[in-house]
């Protein structure tokens, strides 16, 4: 069985957490919170982030060479599309959902409002959060919209590593308490409610919601 080194509220442990079930792989967890990791781990990912899938003796650190892993492994209803154009886009929208979706919203906004403030016990800087809303936000959602088709996958007919990657990250808004502009977006805000209602997704947010609510809880 696959065991999986991370926290579930992290958005690339998240990402991996939707693949896992999407293909209806069981894992083990080993807690990991990625702060003043310990050398032993260091071997397995050297930039010391999760998460990271031990299959056996194999450790393979990184989200998208996870998911890589496990559609290589398992197949079926991949999650890479067949066609050459849609594989390359595929590719593109996982990696703008890694890079700049994740740095402008879950760094300025889900980190500060809902993880730092969670479990470690920080408030956030809600003037520099509300500008990350109302500055980075809209040109996110403005490439969004020209790509999408509506409630739908955003590359090809099926699930694609696409979907994985920009799922984790509304997942991480909506705890944030923000939402796509249905009336100024309207494809994107479509396609957004389809993905948090994905089972595999919408399972995500009621456990984080879990673990947000006994991390709360008065020691």
């Not at 408030?123 to 739908?152: F, M, N, W």
């Amino acid at each position: 069985m696959y065991k999986l080194h991370g926290v579930g509220p992290s958005p690339f442990v998240r990402k991996v957490l939707i693949a896992l079930a999407e293909k209806k792989q069981p894992f083990e967890w080993v807690f990991l919170i990625p702060v003043n990791v310990a050398e032993e781990y260091l071997e397995i990912h050297p930039m010391g982030k999760v998460p990271s899938l031990q299959d056996g003796d194999l450790f393979v650190p990184d989200s998208s060479a996870i998911l890589a892993y496990l559609d290589r492994k398992h197949p079926e209803n991949s999650l890479y599309p067949d066609d050459a154009g849609d594989y390359a886009r595929a590719i593109w929208l996982e990696e703008y959902a890694d890079t700049r979706m994740n740095e402008r919203l879950n760094g300025k906004i889900y980190a500060p409002r809902v993880i730092r403030a969670t479990f470690f016990g920080e408030a956030p800087d809600e003037e520099a959060v509300e500008q990350a809303i109302r500055e980075e936000l809209p040109p996110i959602c403005t490439y969004l919209e020209k790509q999408v088709s509506g409630a739908a996958p955003i590359v090809g007919p099926r699930l694609s590593v696409a979907d994985l990657g920009i799922a984790t990250i509304f997942v991480s808004l909506q705890h944030a308490g923000v939402s796509v502009d249905a009336a100024t977006y309207p494809k994107l805000a479509a396609y957004a409610t389809w993905l948090l209602e994905r089972p595999s997704v919408a399972e995500r947010i009621a456990e984080d919601k879990k673990t947000f609510a006994e991390a709360s809880q008065p020691a």
